[in-house]
């Protein structure tokens, strides 16, 4: 089980790159915390 931070680590590692979550354009790292519940990101 990643820690919180951890998963924080990637997303910046990953950098901003947009990407389309749904209809909305966000980053990963937002798309992460919008979408946490949906399981994108198990944070």
Do not use: D, P
């Not at 919180?4 to 798309?31: A, C, H, P």
Request: with cysteine; proline share 0%; hydrophobic share 30%.
């Amino acid at each position: 089980m990643k820690t919180k931070e951890g998963i924080y680590q990637e997303m910046r590692e990953l950098g901003n790159e947009r990407v389309k979550f749904k209809s909305r354009n966000l980053t990963i790292f937002e798309g992460c915390q919008y979408y946490k519940r949906a399981g994108i990101c198990r944070v």
